[in-house]
């Protein structure tokens, strides 16, 4: 007889089977091909409903936003251009709520925003030597595509420390992507 181990994975990375019948909700976003973004995973529920995404850190761990614990049938991205952090913090937007362990990504296009259940999302960017990089983990959305209001992502490399203290040294070598420093 063999047995299972509970942390071996149910589904196949790239695959889809476990979603069928789930809707998306990214507002604005294009649908990415399976096995487009390795590195990323959903966060499920009982009855194979979606929660939030996840970042795949290594073979056994994912890395989320904290309010994912306790949509889409199809992953999808969205290309989001990162916003100064004194024109986030003004009157306009989060009023000094944003720290300097987050970034402020958004659009002035009302049409394209993080949305409910994306939370948890990477914001990976391209290094200099092409490796995609970590940045950041949604943490609040905007409001869905309805009018002009950034996503705050906490930073990566503010928990960094943290992280390769709970997960080891294969952090870097079986990580699919760098994390910024």
Same mark, same amino acid.
């Given at each position: 007889m063999t047995r299972r181990s509970e942390f071996e994975p149910q589904a196949?990375? &790239?695959?889809?089977?476990?979603?069928? &019948? *789930?809707?998306?909700?990214?507002a604005g976003g294009d649908r990415s091909n399976n096995g487009q973004w390795p590195s990323v995973a959903l966060l499920y529920h009982t009855g194979y409903k979606t929660r939030c995404t996840a970042s795949i850190i290594s073979p056994r761990w994912l890395l989320s936003s904290y309010n994912c614990i306790k949509h889409s049938q199809y992953l999808h991205y969205l290309p989001i251009p990162t916003i100064d952090l004194n024109e986030c913090n003004s009157t306009k937007?989060? #009023? &000094? !709520? *944003?720290t300097e362990d987050d970034i402020c990504a958004g659009f002035t296009d009302v049409d394209k925003s993080p949305c409910y259940n994306d939370e948890g999302s990477p914001l990976m960017c391209i290094s200099d030597n092409g490796m995609w990089e970590l940045q950041g983990v949604l943490a609040h959305h905007s409001n869905c595509g309805r009018g002009y209001h950034p #996503?705050? !992502? =906490? =930073? *990566? =490399?503010?928990?960094? #420390?943290?992280?390769?203290t709970t997960i080891g040294s294969r952090f870097e070598r079986k990580s699919p992507f760098n994390v910024r420093r």
């Open positions: 196949v990375c &790239g695959t889809h089977s476990l979603a069928e &019948g *789930v809707t998306a909700r990214l937007h989060y #009023s &000094g !709520f *944003v #996503s705050i !992502f =906490s =930073s *990566v =490399s503010a928990v960094r #420390s943290w992280v390769e």
